[in-house]
């Protein structure tokens, strides 16, 4: 244990610059306006619903979702998977009656461990589970907001992905 320890300040110099990609003006204004639309098409359906359905953790979903489509944690399996797992360790630890600091940490940590088991990671999920500890969560939180809300996701990303001819989206779907 000793020699791990002493190892954890030599495992933490990285290179001072990484490798980059170039730089692309077209990707960032589409995701500008994808992300956007997506926002803006959860808020529109929570307006004809009648109830919220938007969370916080679908913002950082639309980051990967349209700033780095290509990337496995924003693919289809992912988005939705991923955020119905810790949805689902968020209702379970409401329902065992946690909800104090102990209960969101341990949210947190078992949706990332589900995730992994599951192959669903992505990273907006832990948010999902914190988020719904914090406000109690119900069974209903499934469905709504965090199901509802990551298909309007995902409709508008295989929309907006694709309409355009430098993005495709999914690279799979499971």
């Not at 639309?37 to 969370?55: D, K, N």
Request: include cysteine.
């Amino acid at each position: 244990m000793r020699q791990r320890l002493v190892r954890v300040p030599v495992k933490m110099k990285g290179k001072l610059r990484g490798e980059r990609a170039p730089l692309s003006k077209k990707y960032a204004v589409w995701g500008v306006l994808s992300g956007t639309a997506s926002i803006l098409a959860i808020f529109a359906v929570t307006q004809l619903a009648g109830c919220p359905l938007l969370i916080g953790s679908f913002g950082a979903s639309a980051v990967l979702l349209f700033g780095a489509a290509e990337s496995p944690l924003a693919q289809p399996r992912n988005l939705i998977g991923g955020h119905l797992v810790s949805a689902l360790v968020a209702v379970v630890t409401v329902l065992a009656g946690g909800t104090d600091a102990v209960a969101v940490s341990l949210a947190v940590g078992v949706s990332i461990g589900l995730m992994y088991l599951t192959r669903t990671v992505h990273p907006p999920g832990g948010a999902t589970a914190l988020i719904g500890v914090q406000s109690h969560a119900t069974p209903a939180f499934l469905l709504m907001p965090v199901l509802s809300g990551s298909l309007l996701l995902l409709l508008v990303a295989l929309f907006t992905n694709n309409v355009v001819h430098h993005r495709q989206y999914p690279k799979h779907w499971i």
